[in-house]
């Protein structure tokens, strides 16, 4: 099972290793404050689901989650026998003064169910050299899916590279780190200016924003398609998170302060027309 609205080849991948994948959406995606339904995704599992698709830091909201909810959630896993997969490739872009902490370390449970899966493909930009990690803390357990996970799928630049970006390159991500909250802080301002009636929470970590644009019912369901077509702004579609995206829209700020100012003008100016 997996929490939507959540990185869309979740869902197919799970189809790709022969299983059914079952929505647990997230409750309250859009609000201060959204949360793991641990009711239902104790249904899920009672139900039989066999494993839980974390996604911590969560794409798109960028939601780290809470202690509490995660040890919740390793007993639940622990009860059920099943696995927790966290894929943590957003922790190392966390804002400032929010700590990522592993689902792996929430408990002791949860390191008996649970596999954490990162790269430094997304905090460094290394998408396309390949090297994703697992990380276990129950050996016994998991080294089959370890072994089989990995094979074929690392190249030894990505893995030199992975090396270089966690050892040798902490400096340049906080740097980073410091250019994406400044960018934060801007989206605020620029929302406030040219699309108001936009919902939004800052994240947690990401460097994405998960605007709730229902706001401007004229933007429809697919608020990404109108910008694209009409603003020439191209943000992930809301819809393609799960049905619960819809009137929503996906926006990357890692990029330049001007890019991002001329982006939301012209946003605001296809929202205004639309209205
Ligand atoms: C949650 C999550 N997992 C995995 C990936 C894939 O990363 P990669 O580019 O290393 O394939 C992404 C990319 O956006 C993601 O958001």
Redesign the pocket.
């Known amino acids: 099972m997996y929490t939507p609205p959540v ?1 869309m080849p979740f869902a197919p991948w799970i189809r790709r290793v022969g299983h059914s994948p079952v929505a647990v959406p997230l409750l309250d995606h859009s609000g201060e404050d959204p949360r793991l339904d641990l009711e239902g995704i104790e249904r899920a599992l009672a139900d039989g689901a066999r494993a839980v698709v974390l ?1 911590h830091p969560h ?1 798109p909201t960028g939601v780290v989650h809470g202690d509490d909810e995660l040890r919740a959630l390793a007993d639940l896993a622990a009860r059920h026998d099943a696995v927790v997969v966290s ?1 943590e ?2 922790a190392p872009l966390t804002m400032p003064g929010v700590e990522f902490r592993s689902f792996l370390a929430a408990s002791g449970t949860a390191r008996e169910v649970g596999l954490a899966v990162s ?1 430094a ?2 905090a460094f930009n290394l ?1 396309g050299l390949k090297c ?1 990690f697992v990380v276990s803390g129950n050996p016994e357990r998991f080294t089959g899916v370890r072994r089989s996970a990995l094979s074929g799928a690392v190249g030894h630049l990505g893995a030199l590279a992975c090396e270089a970006a966690f050892v040798d390159s902490l400096d340049w991500l906080d740097d980073m780190r410091a250019a994406l909250a400044s960018n934060v802080d801007l989206l605020d301002r620029l929302l406030a200016e040219h699309l108001p009636r936009a919902r939004w929470r800052r994240p947690d970590a990401t460097f994405v924003a998960w605007l709730d644009l229902r706001g401007y019912p004229g933007l429809g369901d697919d608020p990404a398609a109108l910008f694209l077509e009409e603003g020439r702004v191209a943000l992930s579609p809301g819809p393609a998170f799960g049905t619960e995206g819809r009137g929503f829209a996906r926006l990357n700020l890692a990029c330049s302060e001007e890019l991002l100012t001329e982006a939301l003008t012209r946003m605001g100016r296809v929202a205004t027309r639309t209205r």
Do not use: H
Request: glycine residues 0%.
């Open positions: 990185y996604c794409n894929d490739i957003w790269s493909s997304k998408a994703a």
